[in-house]
Each structure stands twice: as C-alpha cells, then as structure tokens.
C-alpha cells in the first residue's frame, strides 16, 4: 500500500515548493517568477499570512498546499 503523509511544510522545503509551483505554472504555460524570499516571507514570516502543507511519499514532497490564514 502506498503511504502519502501531509504535514506542515517547514523552511527546509520551500526549494521543493518552488519547483512545484514553477512546474504547475510552466503547464499552465506561465512563468511563475515567485522567490524563495518571498515563500519565505508568505509562510514563515511575522506575521506570516498563509500556511504551506507538505504531501509526502517516502519522505519526497510530491505536493504542496498554500492556505491562507485569513482573507
């Protein structure tokens, strides 16, 4: 049985949420130019407005989700 685990996603994997969004965006045909300062920023800064889950398998992100915390 495959195992997929989603916790919340930390500093470390925001390089890994990068690609993901740059690869969603490039098959949208779009160029998502989002920085790692500015991931940083959205989810782990003070205050930080959003949240970032991780979906894991076998300890590889292979999804991401951005909430926001309040609109």
């Given at each position: 049985?495959?195992?997929?685990?989603?916790?919340?996603?930390?500093?470390?994997?925001?390089p890994?949420?990068?690609?993901?969004?740059?690869?969603?965006?490039?098959?949208?045909?779009?160029?998502?130019?989002?920085?790692?300062?500015?991931?940083?920023?959205?989810?782990?800064?003070t205050?930080?407005?959003?949240?970032?889950?991780?979906?894991?398998?076998?300890?590889?992100?292979?999804?991401?989700?951005?909430?926001?915390?309040?609109?």
């Amino acid at each position: 049985m495959t195992e997929i685990s989603v916790d919340l996603a930390t500093p470390r994997d925001l390089p890994r949420i990068q690609t993901l969004i740059r690869a969603l965006s490039a098959f949208h045909g779009d160029d998502a130019q989002v920085t790692l300062e500015q991931l940083q920023a959205v989810f782990f800064g003070t205050p930080a407005p959003a949240i970032a889950f991780a979906a894991r398998h076998n300890g590889q992100i292979i999804g991401y989700a951005g909430v926001l915390k309040k609109l």
